[in-house]
């Protein structure tokens, strides 16, 4: 059997692999677009014929569920730090647990939780709460088109792509873990006329 060759940039992800889901989405350098510039993405589901659903993991909001939603006494989750998690549904809040799995060493994503849902998940083991501004979603085949042109990188998550303290430098640590090319890249200013 044949290994099945892909024409863009995939780490740690099996290439017999049907889906992207529980993945992270890594742009490009070159991706210019201001929406995703620098960002790090939790591809929560993934499907060929429908589309797929992904978080913004480093674009910290510098702000707690807590301060979005004063008037509301959440318990546990008014700690919860809020991140933009992309463009589109820009007015919405939206909870995600992301679960450790240690046996198959994969982290599993459910989205759109509910109050209740997200204040059970805050407290259980291997599990962290995240509360997001938006988020992103690619139509059918839209990401598939993206990744042909380069736009990203593909990679395995581990649990410290989700430590708080990583958050702002996530892109450049996990750009960097692609080789040098990639490393240069990660450390280059953005304005390379300051350098």
């Known amino acids: 059997m044949r290994a099945r060759i892909l024409p863009f940039v995939v780490r740690g992800i099996e290439p017999s692999s049907s889906s ?3 993945s992270l989405l ?3 350098p070159s991706l210019g677009d201001p929406n995703f510039r620098k960002t790090v993405l939790f591809i ?15 674009r910290p909001a510098e702000r707690t569920v807590g301060d979005v939603l004063p008037e509301k006494e959440l318990g546990v989750l008014n700690r919860v ?6 463009p589109v549904g820009a007015d919405q809040l939206v909870f995600a647990a992301f679960e450790w799995h240690p046996d198959t060493q994969r982290i599993e994503c459910r989205h759109h939780l509910g109050i209740d849902e997200a ?13 997001f501004i938006g988020y992103a979603g690619w139509t059918k085949g839209q990401l598939e088109a993206e990744l042909q042109q380069n736009a990203w990188l593909l990679t395995k998550p581990t649990p410290g792509a989700l430590d708080m303290g990583h ?3 996530l892109w450049r640590e996990l750009l960097s873990g692609f080789g040098p ?6 450390e280059a200013p953005d304005d390379l006329s300051r350098n």
């Open 20 to 22: 992207f889901a529980g």
């Open 26 to 28: 890594i742009a490009q």
């Open 44 to 58: 929560s589901s993934y499907d060929p014929k429908e589309g797929t659903f992904a978080l913004i993991l480093n």
């Open 81 to 86: 730090p809020v991140f933009l998690g992309g």
């Open 119 to 131: 204040q059970q998940s805050a407290v259980a083991q291997n599990t962290v709460v995240r509360a």
């Open 167 to 169: 958050s702002k430098t």
């Open 181 to 186: 090319k990639f490393r240069l890249a990660a």
